[in-house]
């Protein structure tokens, strides 16, 4: 079963749809982040949870 490590993230109501994508894009590209959840509340705010595999290093032992 793989491990996740979580980031939640807050934009306010007064960012652009566009700047929001902008963001969570550069989040994927370069953080190697993915899109769990995405909330949009009613006043227009929105919180945003993303999650990234846990990769583990095995030791050598030789």
Do not use: C
């Amino acid at each position: 079963m793989p491990e996740y490590e979580f980031q939640d993230v807050y934009v306010p109501r007064g960012v652009s749809r566009n700047a929001t994508r902008r963001m969570l894009t550069e989040h994927a590209e370069y953080g190697h982040w993915e899109l769990e959840r995405l909330r949009l509340y009613p006043d227009g705010s929105r919180k945003v949870r993303l999650r990234r595999r846990i990769i583990r290093q095995v030791r050598a032992t030789w």
